[in-house]
């Protein structure tokens, strides 16, 4: 055995001491593959971004943080929000400041103590700050925040809720507005220590809104900027779509609808773009629901439009097909299409694939008395769920199951304050979508949180509906539930260090 050979083996030997023997196999030489298949491993560490809840003084607003119980994870760790900071008023129209007016104390008081129990906190007014999460061990698989305020009055009055979000890269927001009684924003947050370059597009009916106003918007190191998206083009349009991309970093991103006269809610991100998409959960009762597509691709996307209700698919008639334009936003009003009935709205291809995001504006009441919320298309329920801040009163869980039928568990967390965790199990069937009577822990103090797992069959979607009325307006909003992001695929490995040997 020679110097070199030798030398190898005793910095192998090292490498291993170092890493935990954890290293990748090396094909053996009859030329197999000695890898082993992935498995899902808790995640050790979660960031969330909460946005400013709001600019009202009359504003109440409640978060909830809960991390289900999940098996292999950490003995440990702990879970914080901490206020981001805010920038200066100038940057909120849109212009490339880069000052800021430093860190707010004012956060809520949010200690989780244990997975598996929710911890609660409230703000007041306009005072609550963005906040920048983390999550680590026992607290990061699946971590969820919930962020609901209500405000009794003004533009944008309602309720409005949203769950917080993993920062990213890009985002697709199809539903917003620079109408004439509409104000809507973008909140973009930074949870880095770097500052991240963001650009913010808009897409009309007839493509591309020019501007140059939100080309390269810095966002300082955890910080939080909110862009009035009617300074970033001239003109006034009721139906766009906003693509948030970053050239450096990472930032969370959601956007608040606020309307003069039917209320305001928060805009979560469309799944990513496909040929087929899923909006689960359009309440029963809702009176007015409107359809907002866009095709980010080169080609033109035809789109069968159907409505999967509680006895199967079915046709909206005179909308049974949605033509999208490559680069266009696209808009149908589908009108009362649930007709008392809990629906789940299904985009799917007529011919060639081509790739779409979308979202439904939903309205709820009549006259002076209606209240808006928002559905994104999202991604099916995966491994498994969670949506928190749910009550006794006033929660509806929708699942839905377009393809294969489903066989699913539900899980309702211990209360905030009391109460012991109940499960219900339920099967859906293919092409239905079911307002599911959602289990309630026994002796319920505060809030709750529901998990949910499918068991199996075919893929499920699910949302989450709040709903509060104030005043004879029938405050609600909804949150879709897609895969809370708990485990990750680790692949298994071997020490092998024959790679090492051979020339």
Not at 30 to 58: F, H, Y
Not at 162 to 169: E, L
Request: glycine share 12%; proline share 7%; aromatic share 4%.
């Amino acid at each position: 055995m020679n110097r070199t050979t030798l030398s190898l083996i005793a910095g192998a030997t090292a490498l291993a001491a170092v890493t935990g023997f954890a290293s990748l196999n090396a094909p053996a030489a009859s030329g197999d593959n000695t890898a082993k298949a992935a498995t899902q491993q808790p995640v050790e560490r979660t960031s969330l971004l909460c946005p400013q809840p709001s600019t009202s003084e009359i504003a109440e607003t409640a978060y909830t943080s809960y991390t289900p119980v999940t098996q292999g994870a950490a003995d440990s760790g702990k879970a914080e929000l901490q206020a981001a900071a805010v920038e200066s008023a100038d940057s909120t129209s849109g212009k490339k400041t880069g000052k800021k007016t430093g860190k707010k104390t004012v956060k809520p008081a949010l200690k989780p103590a244990e997975p598996g129990k929710p911890a609660t906190g409230d703000g007041s007014g306009a005072e609550p700050p963005a906040l920048v999460g983390t999550a680590e061990g026992k607290f990061a698989p699946g971590w969820t925040v919930q962020e609901t305020t209500a405000v009794a009055a003004g533009t944008g009055r309602g309720l409005l809720g949203t769950n917080c979000t993993a920062p990213d890269t890009e985002f697709w927001f199809p539903g917003v507005s620079t109408a004439t009684g509409r104000t809507d924003y973008v909140h973009l947050t930074n949870p880095d220590d770097s500052a991240a370059v963001v650009d913010v597009e808009l897409y009309g009916k007839d493509g591309t809104l020019k501007s140059t106003v939100g080309e390269g918007i810095t966002v300082q190191p955890h910080a939080s900027e909110p862009i009035l998206l009617s300074t970033l083009a001239s003109g006034q349009q009721s139906d766009l779509t906003v693509h948030v991309t970053v050239r450096s970093g990472r930032v969370g991103a959601a956007v608040q609808a606020l309307d003069d006269k039917i209320g305001g809610d928060w805009l979560a991100a469309s799944t990513d773009p496909a040929g087929s998409l899923v909006m689960p959960g359009i309440p029963k009762d809702a009176t007015a629901v409107r359809l907002v597509a866009f095709a980010p691709g080169d080609q033109d996307a035809d789109l069968k439009v159907r409505l999967a209700s509680p006895s199967g698919l079915i046709t909206p008639a005179g909308n049974e097909t949605l033509h999208v334009k490559a680069g266009m936003t696209a808009a149908a009003d589908l009108g009362d299409v649930t007709r008392g009935e809990a629906g789940s709205l299904v985009l799917t291809s007529t011919g060639t694939s081509a790739p779409v995001v979308a979202a439904l504006q939903v309205v709820r009441g009549k006259g002076s008395k209606q209240e808006m919320a928002f559905i994104p298309a999202t991604s099916p329920v995966g491994g498994r769920a969670t949506a928190a801040d749910n009550s006794s009163k006033g929660t509806t869980l929708a699942l839905s199951a377009p393809g294969q039928s489903a066989q699913v568990k539900v899980t309702a967390s211990a209360g905030s304050e009391g109460g012991t965790a109940a499960t219900k199990t339920y099967t859906i069937k293919g092409g239905t979508t079911q307002d599911v009577d959602a289990p309630v822990p026994a002796g319920l103090k505060g809030t709750y949180a529901l998990t949910v797992e499918p068991v199996s069959g075919g893929p499920v979607y699910a949302s989450r509906t709040l709903a509060s009325a104030q005043e004879g307006v029938p405050g609600f909003t909804i949150q879709t539930l897609p895969d809370d992001r708990g485990t990750v695929a680790v692949p298994e490995a071997d020490q092998d260090l024959s790679v090492l040997l051979k020339k």
